[in-house]
Protein backbone atom coordinates (compact mmCIF):
# COMPACT_ATOMS: atom_id res chain seq x y z
CA UNK A 1 0.00 0.00 0.00
CA UNK A 2 0.84 3.46 -1.06
CA UNK A 3 2.55 6.04 1.97
CA UNK A 4 0.58 8.98 2.52
CA UNK A 5 1.33 11.96 -0.14
CA UNK A 6 3.13 14.66 0.58
CA UNK A 7 0.38 17.14 0.72
CA UNK A 8 -1.35 14.68 3.27
CA UNK A 9 1.54 14.85 5.49
CA UNK A 10 1.99 18.91 4.94
CA UNK A 11 -2.13 19.20 5.95
CA UNK A 12 -1.77 17.13 9.04
CA UNK A 13 1.66 19.37 9.76
CA UNK A 14 -0.37 22.04 9.63
CA UNK A 15 -3.07 20.63 11.76
CA UNK A 16 -0.51 19.44 14.27
CA UNK A 17 1.16 22.70 14.59
CA UNK A 18 -1.45 25.46 13.95
CA UNK A 19 0.80 26.67 11.43
CA UNK A 20 -1.11 28.63 8.36
CA UNK A 21 0.08 28.62 5.04
CA UNK A 22 0.32 31.62 3.32
CA UNK A 23 -2.17 33.45 0.09
CA UNK A 24 0.45 33.16 -2.17
CA UNK A 25 -1.29 34.90 -4.48
CA UNK A 26 -2.33 37.76 -2.35
CA UNK A 27 1.39 38.40 -1.50
CA UNK A 28 2.33 38.31 -5.57
CA UNK A 29 -0.29 41.02 -5.67
CA UNK A 30 0.15 43.12 -3.04
CA UNK A 31 4.18 43.60 -4.47
CA UNK A 32 4.45 47.34 -6.16
CA UNK A 33 5.90 46.13 -9.12
CA UNK A 34 4.96 45.71 -12.78
CA UNK A 35 2.55 42.70 -13.76
CA UNK A 36 5.00 40.64 -15.35
CA UNK A 37 7.05 40.40 -12.15
CA UNK A 38 4.62 39.98 -9.75
CA UNK A 39 3.70 37.28 -11.98
CA UNK A 40 7.34 35.83 -12.01
CA UNK A 41 7.07 36.44 -7.92
CA UNK A 42 4.38 34.29 -7.20
CA UNK A 43 6.25 31.39 -9.38
CA UNK A 44 9.12 32.29 -7.32
CA UNK A 45 7.20 31.98 -3.91
CA UNK A 46 5.24 28.72 -5.15
CA UNK A 47 8.46 27.11 -6.05
CA UNK A 48 9.67 27.65 -2.39
CA UNK A 49 7.00 26.32 -1.09
CA UNK A 50 6.83 23.57 -2.84
CA UNK A 51 9.79 22.29 -4.34
CA UNK A 52 12.03 23.96 -1.30
CA UNK A 53 9.04 23.16 1.41
CA UNK A 54 9.93 26.69 3.36
CA UNK A 55 7.91 27.29 5.94
CA UNK A 56 4.83 30.16 6.26
CA UNK A 57 6.93 32.24 8.08
CA UNK A 58 9.70 31.84 5.71
CA UNK A 59 7.74 32.60 2.80
CA UNK A 60 6.12 36.14 4.69
CA UNK A 61 9.94 37.34 5.58
CA UNK A 62 11.13 36.93 1.39
CA UNK A 63 7.46 38.43 0.35
CA UNK A 64 8.25 41.34 2.53
CA UNK A 65 11.75 41.58 1.90
CA UNK A 66 11.20 41.78 -2.00
CA UNK A 67 8.28 44.34 -0.82
CA UNK A 68 10.50 46.63 0.64
CA UNK A 69 13.00 46.28 -2.36
CA UNK A 70 10.01 47.06 -5.28
CA UNK A 71 9.36 50.30 -2.81
CA UNK A 72 12.82 51.05 -2.80
CA UNK A 73 12.96 50.60 -6.61
CA UNK A 74 9.68 52.29 -7.46
CA UNK A 75 10.99 55.64 -6.12
CA UNK A 76 14.68 54.48 -8.23
CA UNK A 77 12.95 54.93 -11.06
CA UNK A 78 10.25 56.73 -11.09
CA UNK A 79 7.75 54.03 -11.45
CA UNK A 80 6.63 50.25 -10.87
CA UNK A 81 9.67 48.49 -11.29
CA UNK A 82 9.41 45.63 -14.28
CA UNK A 83 11.45 42.41 -14.99
CA UNK A 84 13.55 44.32 -17.42
CA UNK A 85 14.11 46.98 -14.93
CA UNK A 86 15.29 44.11 -12.50
CA UNK A 87 17.44 42.49 -15.11
CA UNK A 88 19.12 45.97 -15.99
CA UNK A 89 19.83 47.03 -12.35
CA UNK A 90 23.62 47.90 -11.49
CA UNK A 91 25.69 47.26 -8.17
CA UNK A 92 25.08 50.91 -7.53
CA UNK A 93 21.45 50.39 -7.50
CA UNK A 94 21.68 47.27 -5.04
CA UNK A 95 23.96 49.65 -2.50
CA UNK A 96 21.96 52.67 -2.94
CA UNK A 97 18.96 50.27 -1.57
CA UNK A 98 20.88 48.47 1.17
CA UNK A 99 22.37 52.06 2.25
CA UNK A 100 18.63 53.25 2.25
CA UNK A 101 17.64 50.66 5.05
CA UNK A 102 20.42 51.33 6.81
CA UNK A 103 19.59 54.85 7.21
CA UNK A 104 16.07 52.95 7.95
CA UNK A 105 17.41 51.77 11.11
CA UNK A 106 18.03 48.47 10.39
CA UNK A 107 20.57 45.99 12.15
CA UNK A 108 23.17 44.16 10.01
CA UNK A 109 21.49 40.93 10.31
CA UNK A 110 18.27 42.10 8.68
CA UNK A 111 20.02 43.58 6.27
CA UNK A 112 21.86 40.16 5.58
CA UNK A 113 18.48 38.61 5.58
CA UNK A 114 17.08 41.47 2.92
CA UNK A 115 20.07 40.28 0.60
CA UNK A 116 19.73 36.79 0.86
CA UNK A 117 16.12 37.06 -0.26
CA UNK A 118 17.41 39.15 -3.12
CA UNK A 119 20.19 36.69 -4.47
CA UNK A 120 17.50 33.90 -4.08
CA UNK A 121 15.08 36.22 -6.36
CA UNK A 122 18.02 36.53 -9.25
CA UNK A 123 18.99 32.67 -8.89
CA UNK A 124 15.93 31.88 -9.49
CA UNK A 125 15.44 34.24 -12.69
CA UNK A 126 19.25 32.79 -14.34
CA UNK A 127 17.68 29.33 -13.65
CA UNK A 128 14.36 30.16 -15.45
CA UNK A 129 16.22 31.89 -18.25
CA UNK A 130 14.78 35.49 -17.38
CA UNK A 131 17.76 37.74 -16.04
CA UNK A 132 21.64 37.55 -16.72
CA UNK A 133 22.69 39.93 -14.18
CA UNK A 134 25.17 39.86 -12.32
CA UNK A 135 25.84 43.04 -10.27
CA UNK A 136 24.37 41.41 -7.41
CA UNK A 137 27.22 39.17 -7.14
CA UNK A 138 29.55 41.73 -6.74
CA UNK A 139 27.49 43.42 -3.09
CA UNK A 140 29.44 42.15 0.10
CA UNK A 141 26.90 41.06 3.05
CA UNK A 142 27.52 43.21 6.62
CA UNK A 143 29.72 41.65 8.52
CA UNK A 144 27.57 40.20 11.50
CA UNK A 145 28.14 40.26 14.99
CA UNK A 146 29.33 37.06 16.62
CA UNK A 147 25.98 35.70 18.69
CA UNK A 148 27.28 32.48 20.17
CA UNK A 149 24.57 30.43 22.12
CA UNK A 150 23.84 31.66 25.82
CA UNK A 151 23.45 27.91 27.32
CA UNK A 152 22.90 27.96 31.29
CA UNK A 153 25.25 26.02 33.56
CA UNK A 154 23.97 22.25 34.43
CA UNK A 155 23.10 23.35 37.95
CA UNK A 156 20.61 26.31 36.73
CA UNK A 157 19.12 24.08 34.47
CA UNK A 158 18.12 21.52 36.73
CA UNK A 159 16.65 24.29 39.12
CA UNK A 160 14.92 26.33 36.54
CA UNK A 161 12.64 22.75 36.10
CA UNK A 162 12.48 21.77 39.60
CA UNK A 163 11.25 25.56 40.42
CA UNK A 164 9.05 24.97 37.78
CA UNK A 165 6.94 22.22 39.49
CA UNK A 166 6.78 24.23 43.02
CA UNK A 167 6.00 27.56 41.95
CA UNK A 168 2.05 27.07 40.95
CA UNK A 169 -1.02 26.77 43.24
CA UNK A 170 -2.87 23.60 40.92
CA UNK A 171 -0.76 20.63 40.82
CA UNK A 172 -1.62 19.96 37.11
CA UNK A 173 -0.18 23.32 35.84
CA UNK A 174 3.01 22.46 37.86
CA UNK A 175 3.21 19.32 36.02
CA UNK A 176 2.78 20.73 33.13
CA UNK A 177 5.78 23.36 33.38
CA UNK A 178 7.74 20.99 34.71
CA UNK A 179 7.09 18.20 31.72
CA UNK A 180 7.55 20.85 29.16
CA UNK A 181 10.84 22.48 30.49
CA UNK A 182 12.06 18.77 30.77
CA UNK A 183 11.63 18.13 27.44
CA UNK A 184 13.11 21.46 25.87
CA UNK A 185 16.66 20.50 28.23
CA UNK A 186 16.16 16.62 27.77
CA UNK A 187 15.78 16.40 23.81
CA UNK A 188 17.07 19.39 22.92
CA UNK A 189 13.18 19.98 21.75
CA UNK A 190 12.59 23.88 19.76
CA UNK A 191 9.54 25.16 21.50
CA UNK A 192 7.48 24.91 18.70
CA UNK A 193 8.41 21.51 18.14
CA UNK A 194 6.94 20.59 21.64
CA UNK A 195 4.22 22.92 21.49
CA UNK A 196 3.60 20.91 18.37
CA UNK A 197 2.87 17.50 20.38
CA UNK A 198 -0.31 15.70 20.34
CA UNK A 199 -2.46 13.22 22.59
CA UNK A 200 -1.48 10.60 19.74
CA UNK A 201 2.28 11.29 21.16
CA UNK A 202 0.83 9.68 23.96
CA UNK A 203 2.65 7.58 25.81
CA UNK A 204 5.80 8.62 25.45
CA UNK A 205 8.53 5.62 24.16
CA UNK A 206 11.94 5.46 24.14
CA UNK A 207 12.41 7.92 21.08
CA UNK A 208 10.32 10.84 19.97
CA UNK A 209 9.87 11.51 16.16
CA UNK A 210 9.95 14.94 15.51
CA UNK A 211 9.27 17.62 12.26
CA UNK A 212 11.32 20.56 13.07
CA UNK A 213 12.48 22.81 10.42
CA UNK A 214 11.95 22.78 6.38
CA UNK A 215 10.05 20.05 7.76
CA UNK A 216 12.65 17.36 7.93
CA UNK A 217 11.95 14.48 10.48
CA UNK A 218 14.52 13.51 13.07
CA UNK A 219 14.21 10.71 15.92
CA UNK A 220 15.23 12.22 19.38
CA UNK A 221 15.53 9.73 22.16
CA UNK A 222 13.69 10.50 25.32
CA UNK A 223 15.01 9.84 29.12
CA UNK A 224 13.00 8.33 31.22
CA UNK A 225 12.89 11.62 33.81
CA UNK A 226 11.30 13.00 30.37
CA UNK A 227 8.90 10.45 30.31
CA UNK A 228 7.80 10.33 33.47
CA UNK A 229 7.26 14.03 33.61
CA UNK A 230 4.86 13.87 30.57
CA UNK A 231 3.10 10.95 31.95
CA UNK A 232 2.56 12.82 35.14
CA UNK A 233 1.21 15.84 33.56
CA UNK A 234 -0.97 14.01 31.21
CA UNK A 235 -2.57 12.01 34.39
CA UNK A 236 -3.23 15.09 36.65
CA UNK A 237 -4.69 17.37 33.04
CA UNK A 238 -8.29 18.24 33.42
CA UNK A 239 -9.08 18.51 29.81
CA UNK A 240 -9.00 15.77 27.45
CA UNK A 241 -6.55 15.01 25.37
CA UNK A 242 -6.83 13.59 22.14
CA UNK A 243 -5.36 12.04 19.25
CA UNK A 244 -5.53 15.32 17.55
CA UNK A 245 -5.62 17.41 20.81
CA UNK A 246 -2.41 19.31 21.40
CA UNK A 247 -0.31 17.75 24.26
CA UNK A 248 0.29 20.83 26.57
CA UNK A 249 -2.23 23.10 27.66
CA UNK A 250 -3.24 26.37 28.57
CA UNK A 251 -4.98 27.35 31.74
CA UNK A 252 -8.44 27.37 29.66
CA UNK A 253 -7.96 24.33 27.71
CA UNK A 254 -6.26 25.85 24.91
CA UNK A 255 -3.05 24.71 23.09
CA UNK A 256 -0.20 26.53 25.17
CA UNK A 257 1.21 29.66 22.96
CA UNK A 258 4.60 30.04 22.66
CA UNK A 259 4.49 33.56 24.58
CA UNK A 260 3.00 31.80 27.67
CA UNK A 261 6.20 29.74 27.69
CA UNK A 262 8.48 32.71 27.44
CA UNK A 263 6.47 34.24 30.34
CA UNK A 264 6.70 31.00 32.57
CA UNK A 265 10.87 31.36 32.19
CA UNK A 266 10.73 34.79 32.74
CA UNK A 267 9.20 33.91 36.09
CA UNK A 268 11.05 31.19 37.24
CA UNK A 269 14.09 33.13 35.99
CA UNK A 270 13.68 36.24 38.43
CA UNK A 271 12.93 33.67 41.06
CA UNK A 272 15.78 32.08 40.84
CA UNK A 273 17.90 35.26 39.96
CA UNK A 274 19.35 34.25 36.79
CA UNK A 275 20.19 36.26 33.86
CA UNK A 276 18.10 37.53 30.97
CA UNK A 277 20.12 35.05 28.50
CA UNK A 278 17.92 32.61 30.36
CA UNK A 279 14.67 31.38 27.73
CA UNK A 280 12.92 28.72 26.94
CA UNK A 281 15.01 28.21 23.45
CA UNK A 282 18.52 29.07 26.21
CA UNK A 283 17.46 25.33 27.41
CA UNK A 284 17.89 23.81 23.92
CA UNK A 285 20.97 25.64 23.94
CA UNK A 286 22.13 23.89 26.72
CA UNK A 287 21.37 20.75 25.94
CA UNK A 288 24.22 20.52 23.35
CA UNK A 289 26.51 22.53 24.96
CA UNK A 290 26.28 20.07 28.29
CA UNK A 291 26.29 17.11 25.67
CA UNK A 292 29.18 18.28 24.26
CA UNK A 293 30.87 18.96 26.89
CA UNK A 294 30.34 15.37 28.44
CA UNK A 295 32.11 14.29 24.87
CA UNK A 296 29.32 14.11 23.01
CA UNK A 297 29.97 13.81 18.83
CA UNK A 298 29.63 16.70 17.30
CA UNK A 299 27.93 14.72 14.39
CA UNK A 300 25.55 13.03 16.84
CA UNK A 301 24.16 16.40 17.95
CA UNK A 302 23.74 18.06 14.90
CA UNK A 303 21.20 15.56 14.06
CA UNK A 304 19.72 15.65 17.28
CA UNK A 305 19.31 19.16 16.88
CA UNK A 306 17.79 18.86 13.47
CA UNK A 307 20.65 21.49 12.02
CA UNK A 308 21.08 21.49 8.28
CA UNK A 309 24.44 22.53 8.36
CA UNK A 310 27.16 21.50 10.36
CA UNK A 311 29.30 24.65 11.72
CA UNK A 312 25.53 25.53 13.21
CA UNK A 313 26.27 22.89 15.54
CA UNK A 314 29.93 23.67 15.88
CA UNK A 315 28.87 27.32 17.45
CA UNK A 316 28.24 25.42 20.23
CA UNK A 317 32.57 24.00 20.42
CA UNK A 318 33.31 27.83 20.49
CA UNK A 319 31.08 28.37 23.72
CA UNK A 320 32.96 25.79 25.41
CA UNK A 321 36.60 26.95 24.10
CA UNK A 322 35.45 30.24 25.40
CA UNK A 323 34.17 28.90 28.65
CA UNK A 324 37.70 26.72 29.22
CA UNK A 325 39.33 30.16 28.72
CA UNK A 326 38.01 32.16 31.56
CA UNK A 327 38.54 29.23 33.56
CA UNK A 328 41.83 29.24 32.35
CA UNK A 329 42.17 32.86 33.26
CA UNK A 330 40.60 32.48 36.32
CA UNK A 331 42.70 29.41 37.91
CA UNK A 332 46.02 29.15 36.01
CA UNK A 333 49.19 30.96 38.03
CA UNK A 334 50.35 32.39 34.95
CA UNK A 335 47.06 33.84 33.66
CA UNK A 336 47.35 36.46 36.08
CA UNK A 337 49.37 39.61 35.67
Known sequence: MAGPSREGQNARLKEKTGAQEPDLPAL???????????????????????????SPKTLENYARDLTRFCEFMGAH???AASLKDLDELTAADFRAF??????????????????????????????????????LARIRSPKLPSALPKPLPVEAARALIE??????????????????????????????????????NLPLGNSLRITGKGRKERVLPVLPAAREAVTAYAALCPYPIGEEDALFKSVRGKALGPRQVQKLTERLRLV?????????????HSFATHLLAAGGDLRAVQELLGHASLSTTQAYTAVEDAQLLAIYDKAHPRARR
Open 98 to 135: LAQRRNDGIASRSLARNLSALRMFYRFLEREGLSGNQA
Open 28 to 54: ADALPAARDLRDIFLTWLEHLSGEKRA
Open 77 to 79: LGG
Open 163 to 200: EAGKTRQEAWIRARDGALLTLLYGCGLRVSEALSLTGA
Open 272 to 284: LGLPGSVTPHALR
